[in-house]
């Protein structure tokens, strides 16, 4: 049945983004209230956005009746006003709150405004963290798996309404439950399985205008905890059959189910692969913690090394030893300077659990009283680890360099853990085979991508060789592009770049330029000549003989490469006479 549609258009106070609702019925008794948040361009870590989000709610009518989650703050009047056309807010009985992240979270108190007398079913960190965000009272349940949630029998359609709930923690925050409705078999995850894409569709109709966003959504938020991934998987897999998943961003998933759920299995498989571990710690809602840990996380996943985001406050004090204990690495934040007894007796339980043998790095959390990171930084040298990137310090509130420095921090970091294990697997390669692949030649490129954030630029550089035109109309190539790469990030679908074609006897300073080490969230680009806006994808460099503005339109994946196919927009030659400078290998096991 369907309950409506409206499509309404709320320009925001600068009249620039579009915010629109969408209202419609998922199920028996069931309705969802999508906030569509058209423009969005920066959500968490280093997101990019290229296809906004949306915050997805939903109304479950039964005998009594509960909402789960809300909205963002900016959808406050529109999200109300559709609620109230849904249901009197005084006949909410119950709201469950899958997580307190605030783009779901934001609405919760206007809501108890209206009904203070509504229950809130959530976990119990999810709770501890609303009594500190709402500065109210309110009635509450914390809820665990196993524990249900029954809002009897709908008069009109008789069907009961019984809802279980399973613990997800740390996807993608530490207080996350689902729900799963036995009356309608709809399961309600919020952030896991979601994505940032916003559309009129309602559900996934098309996978492929989507699975491009699901799995970098995945890479960012789900990766870096692929255990609990896991977890969550099992748990979920216990359950009678789901027709349908409710997700808290994108569109609802149900036409599609298995291959959602079996990307998630995979993925989440593959990155159980090696035994080497770097434990990322953070403190949940504190500064830009979640954020900045979430990139560092990103970043060490690139370097296909497992990552374990450890949420500092939430943990129990022997998991946190052992968390520690057996990690490869740590990856620690600056602390509050007057840290409460809890969070006290955490960082003691981290030092102390810390090793000699164990690679350590330090980052500013940005929050308002932030222990000084050379503080950090002296407490851990005195325990005599070894330091896994320079202090990762952060002045300003953290901006998309800031992320992208993280994230690059992150990558260095995973290459040092899994430095041995590459070369012995280089070495023992076939011998002649590698002899024959090294037989392929190709051109000698730089890729160059720059991408607006806000006021600033991001950008970055690589030297390429694996090059080649894969279609004539339109014109388009493929790049393979190693996964833990810095520029990776900048060539997502629908992004663009540019391919500098180098020239024979003349590419030399180029090539040291570009293949120097460079630190994370270093410019690459100081002291080379090149022109900024010629391309729409990035720099032009003075010396290239030829250059391509590409943008990315399919990601194929392979064991440690993305096959980027991109469609040529634009191109020029500087120089008709010269010749395209010509890489010659002798093993195919190196570039
Ligand atoms: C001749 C040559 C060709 C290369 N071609 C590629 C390539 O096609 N794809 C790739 O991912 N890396 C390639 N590389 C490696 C990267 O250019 C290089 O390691 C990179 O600039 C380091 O950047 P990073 O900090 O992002 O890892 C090549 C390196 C050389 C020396």
Redesign the pocket.
């Known amino acids: 049945m369907k309950i409506n549609d409206s499509e309404k258009t709320a320009r925001d106070p600068q009249g620039k983004a579009r915010l629109s609702l969408q209202c419609n019925s998922i199920g028996e008794d069931t309705t969802t209230i999508r906030s569509l948040d058209w423009d969005r361009s920066r959500f968490d870590i280093e997101f990019g956005l290229r296809n906004g989000t949306t915050y997805n709610s939903f109304l479950i009518q039964g005998q009594k009746n509960a909402l789960i989650d809300t909205s963002h703050q900016k959808f406050k009047a529109d999200w109300l006003n559709e609620l109230k056309k849904q249901i009197d807010p005084l006949l909410i009985n119950y709201l469950i709150v899958s997580h307190t992240e605030p783009d779901h979270s934001g609405l919760i108190g206007d809501l108890l405004e209206l009904n203070p007398n509504i229950e809130i079913h959530a976990s119990k960190v999810a709770i501890k963290f609303l009594e500190n965000q709402l500065h109210r009272s309110f009635k509450s349940q914390a809820v665990k798996s196993g524990d249900y949630l029954n809002l009897g029998t709908n008069k009109s359609t008789g069907i009961e309404h019984n809802i279980e709930f399973i613990s997800a923690p740390n996807l993608h925050w530490p207080d996350t439950i689902f729900s799963f409705d036995h009356g309608t078999n709809i399961l309600y995850t919020c952030d896991a399985f979601g994505m940032h894409y916003c559309s009129n569709d309602m559900y996934d109709l098309y996978p492929k205008n989507i699975e491009s966003d699901f799995r970098f959504y995945y890479d960012c938020l789900m990766g870096p905890n692929s255990r609990s991934v896991i977890q969550a998987l099992k748990r979920i897999g216990k359950l009678p059959s789901i027709e349908t998943i409710a997700v808290g961003h994108g569109p609802i998933l149900k036409n599609h189910l298995s291959l959602w759920l079996e990307n998630y299995q995979k993925w989440s498989t593959q990155n159980n692969k090696g035994s080497k571990y770097v434990a990322v710690c953070y403190i949940s809602q504190y500064g830009f913690c979640d954020q900045l840990s979430q990139a560092i996380a990103h970043g060490i996943g690139k370097a296909e090394t497992q990552v374990q985001l450890v949420d500092i406050q939430g943990s129990d004090l022997q998991e946190l030893s052992a968390l520690i204990g057996e990690a490869n690495a740590v990856v620690i934040p600056t602390w509050p300077s007057e840290p409460d007894a809890d969070l006290q007796r955490s960082i003691g339980t981290i030092l102390a659990a810390l090793k000699k043998s164990q690679w350590v790095g330090a980052y500013d959390a940005y929050g308002k009283s932030d222990e000084p990171i050379d503080v950090v930084v002296n407490q851990l040298q005195s325990l005599g680890q070894k330091e896994a990137f320079q202090p990762l310090r952060v002045k300003k509130t953290p901006d998309g360099n800031i992320f992208q420095q993280f994230e690059?921090a992150g990558?260095d970091l995973g290459q040092i853990l899994n430095r041995k294990e590459n070369i012995i697997a280089i070495k023992n390669l076939d011998g002649e085979l590698t002899k024959a692949m090294g037989r392929i030649s190709?051109g000698?490129y730089v890729i160059t991508a720059s991408q607006k954030d806000g006021e600033n630029k991001r950008r970055?550089?690589?030297?390429?060789?694996?090059?080649s035109q894969a279609s004539f109309e339109p014109p388009g190539l493929t790049?393979?592009?190693?996964k833990?790469?810095?520029?990776e990030a900048l060539m997502q679908v629908g992004d663009r770049f540019v391919v500098n074609i180098l020239k024979e006897n003349n590419y030399q300073p180029l090539?040291r330029q570009?293949?120097k080490?460079?630190p994370p969230g270093a410019d690459r680009f100081q002291g080379v000549e090149y022109f900024e806006d010629l391309a729409k994808g990035g720099p032009v460099l003075s010396d290239a003989l030829a250059f391509l503005g590409c943008q990315v339109k399919q990601r194929l994946e392979t064991s440690d490469?993305w096959i980027i196919y991109a469609v040529v927009e634009e191109g020029k030659v500087s120089d008709a006479e010269a010749k395209t400078a010509v890489?010659h290998r002798k093993v195919g096991s190196n570039?």
Do not use: N
């Open positions: 690059e990558t190709g000698l970055s550089a690589m030297i390429a060789s694996w090059v790049v393979a592009v190693a833990d790469r810095a520029i090539l570009f293949l080490r460079f490469h890489h570039y």
